[in-house]
């Protein structure tokens, strides 16, 4: 079993930068692919970046060039640095294995971006 659990959400303005920090603890955190997605208000969770445990990242393509996804397995902690941020970033952003295992979310932390 895997708890997982988020931080390093917050209010933030257009153009702006949030680092989110997921600590994993409970199962061997290094062997696992690690992702984050995120849900806006009145829509459906999307997968946003994913990190193998190599860290090999991919990236949605409405974040490319402006998130990065890291992780630093000694910690058991996966990173989303989120820059140039925009008003459709706002949403509550969860980590989670990749592939997902649905019991696994944790609560999230939210991220609002204001224009």
């Known amino acids: 079993q895997l708890h997982l659990v988020e931080s390093g959400g917050g209010l933030v303005q257009a153009g702006g930068s949030l680092r989110l920090s997921c600590t994993a603890s409970?199962?061997?955190?290094?062997?696992?692919?690690m992702g984050w997605s995120r849900q806006a208000p009145g829509k459906q969770r999307e997968l946003v970046a994913t990190?193998?445990?190599?860290?090999?990242?991919t990236y949605a393509d409405s974040v490319k060039g402006r998130f990065t996804i890291s992780r630093d397995n000694a910690k058991n902690t996966v990173y989303l640095q989120m820059n140039s941020l925009k008003t459709e970033d706002t949403g509550v952003y969860y980590c989670?294995?990749?592939?997902?295992?649905?019991?696994?979310w944790g609560q999230g932390t939210q991220v609002t971006v204001s224009s």
């Open positions: 989670n294995t990749y592939p997902i295992r649905n019991g696994y």
């Open positions: 409970g199962s061997i955190f290094s062997i696992d692919s």
């Open positions: 990190i193998t445990s190599g860290g090999s990242p």
